[in-house]
């Protein structure tokens, strides 16, 4: 299963409503998670299974979909926020496969 | 808290070997589900290879027959045996538990480098 995402890579300012979209190429039902990587990091788990926000992550991120469309959505966007995102199907299982990223960039 | 320490990275020539390991801290790796997943610039992130709780491995169809995936449930440790490298190996590797069992990553390593180059 392909995840393509879009935009690879975006502008935004402190405070802006950031979205991003990741399509599976068949449909993957609620099985998205989504991941942050800072420079130098590690992935961090965001949300998995479309909408389970993790443990410490703050309420601003959000996510949505079903089927093959997905989207995270920051309502609010800090600077801790500037990182690249990744998406990642775990519907195939044991097959795994990411989206290619979306980086966030300060405007 | 949990933490996973990899180590084994390193250079090596095209066809050579190589073998990582991940150190695991806070929690058992024989009752986990334990991956290996890269990072390049150009693929992003790929995910290898799995050992399940019950000893089951699985892997991609990229490493599939080169790579070999195994446990020391003493040391607490999962390795990642690397055969027969190329070019397009070079990535960082990362060491990552399922910490759900759906296939979403909670906890990972900070990462070790493979550079497959003459």
């Known amino acids: 299963i392909q995840m393509t995402q879009s935009p690879s890579s975006l502008s935004a300012s402190v405070g802006d409503r950031v979205t991003i979209t990741c399509r599976a190429s068949r449909s993957i039902s609620n099985y998205l998670n989504w991941y942050q990587q800072r420079p130098g990091k590690a992935p961090k788990l965001l949300i998995s299974?479309?909408?389970g926000l993790q443990s410490g992550v703050p309420s601003r991120f959000s996510a949505s979909g079903s089927g093959t469309d997905f989207t995270l959505t920051i309502s609010s966007l800090q600077r801790e926020d500037f990182a690249t995102y990744f998406c990642?199907?775990?519907?195939?299982?044991?097959?795994?496969?990411f989206g290619q990223g979306t980086k966030v960039e300060i405007k | 808290e949990v933490q996973l320490v990899e180590s084994g990275g390193g250079l090596v020539q095209p066809g050579g070997a190589l073998r990582l390991s991940c150190v695991a801290s806070g929690i058992t790796v024989s009752d986990n589900f334990m991956s290996w997943i890269r990072q390049t610039p150009g693929k992003g992130l790929e995910w290898l290879s799995i050992?399940?709780?019950?000893?089951?491995?699985y892997y991609a169809d990229s490493v599939k027959g080169r790579f070999t995936i195994s446990r020391d449930n003493f040391k607490n440790t999962v390795y990642l045996q690397m055969n027969s490298l190329r070019a397009e190996d070079t990535a960082i590797y990362y060491c990552?538990?399922?910490?759900?069992?759906?296939?979403?990553?909670?906890?990972w390593g900070q990462g070790t480098l493979v550079t497959v180059s003459s």
């Open positions: 990552a538990r399922d910490d759900m069992g759906g296939g979403s990553y909670g906890d």
């Open positions: 299974g479309v909408s």
């Open positions: 050992i399940y709780s019950g000893g089951s491995t």
């Open positions: 990642q199907q775990s519907y195939s299982t044991p097959s795994w496969t």
